[in-house]
C-alpha cells in the first residue's frame, strides 16, 4: 500500500527561526494537504496543494506540491510560541470507480519552539 | 456555528463492553469518516461513508461498525471484539470524497 515518510519527526527551535519539514511517498498523489493538530484538538487543515509544482502560502507558512507528485514540503518562517503542535502532511489519491479519495498520513512531525 | 461536533471528549470501557463514539456535522458534506491515532503515528482509517446509507471498511476496520442514517451523523462503535480500543478517535467530514476532509476534536477512549 501506500506509504509515506515525513520528516524530521520532531523539532526544537528557537523564536524566530524558520522551520522546514517534508513528506515523500512511494506512489503519486494527486493533493497534498498538510494540517497541524494541537494537544486534545482534532488537525486543522492548514493549506491543500492540487497541482505539481504548486508553491502555495498561508500566512507565515508556505507549502510546496513536488514535480514528481511524490513529495510535500512546508515552511514556517518567522516561528513563534503558538507554532507548537504536530504537522501532518496527507497525500489524496483522486476517486476512481468505486475508490474515493483515501488520505493517506505521515506519522507527524512535533514542534517545540523556545521562546 | 457550522462544524463537526464530537461527543463524549473522554469515554472509558470496561473490558467485554460496547461502546458508541458520536460525530454529528452541521457542513452538509456527504462524506465522512472516523480515524483512530495512537501516539507517535499518524491517523489510521476506520471506517469511511461516501453517502447516506452507505459505508466502507478502510485499513484497520475490525473490531469496529458504524452507521449512516443521517446525513449529518456517522456514530462509531468500538467492540468488545477490538482488542486494543485504546486510542484518540477522529471523525472528519468532506464535501464529497475528493475534497480535503476537516476534523471534529477528537474522543480519547480508555479500558477500565
Known amino acids: 500500500g501506500q506509504q509515506l515518510n515525513q520528516s524530521p519527526q520532531s523539532m526544537f527551535i528557537q523564536e524566530g527561526e524558520d522551520v522546514s519539514m517534508n513528506c515523500t511517498s512511494s506512489s503519486i498523489f494527486n493533493t497534498w494537504l498538510w494540517y497541524k493538530q494541537e494537544p486534545g484538538e482534532g488537525p486543522v487543515l492548514l493549506i491543500a496543494?492540487?497541482?505539481?509544482?504548486e508553491l502555495t502560502s498561508n500566512g507565515r507558512l508556505t507549502a510546496q506540491f513536488g514535480i514528481t507528485r511524490k513529495d510535500s514540503f512546508l515552511n514556517i518562517s518567522a516561528s513563534i510560541p503558538s507554532d507548537v503542535g504536530i504537522y501532518f502532511c496527507?497525500?489524496?489519491?483522486?476517486?476512481?470507480?468505486?475508490?474515493?479519495?483515501?488520505?493517506?498520513f505521515g506519522q507527524g512531525t512535533i514542534l517545540t519552539v523556545h521562546p | 456555528d457550522g462544524g463537526i461536533t464530537q461527543s463524549p471528549k473522554y469515554l472509558f470501557r470496561k473490558e467485554g463492553q460496547n461502546v458508541t463514539l458520536s460525530c454529528e456535522q452541521n457542513l452538509n458534506h456527504d462524506a465522512m469518516y472516523w480515524y483512530r491515532q495512537d501516539p507517535g503515528q499518524g491517523l489510521r482509517l476506520i471506517y469511511y461513508s461516501q453517502i447516506v446509507n452507505d459505508f466502507q471498511k478502510g485499513d484497520i476496520a475490525e473490531g469496529y461498525s458504524v452507521s449512516r442514517e443521517k446525513k449529518e451523523s456517522f456514530p462509531l462503535t468500538v467492540t468488545s471484539a477490538q482488542k486494543n480500543p485504546t486510542a484518540f478517535y477522529l471523525c472528519?467530514?468532506?464535501?464529497?470524497?475528493?475534497?480535503?476532509?476537516?476534523f471534529g476534536d477528537g474522543t480519547r477512549l480508555s479500558i477500565l
Open positions: 496527507a497525500g489524496q489519491s483522486s476517486a476512481g470507480g468505486t475508490s474515493y479519495g483515501k488520505l493517506t
Open positions: 496543494l492540487y497541482k505539481a509544482g
Open positions: 472528519a467530514s468532506s464535501i464529497d470524497g475528493n475534497q480535503p476532509q476537516h
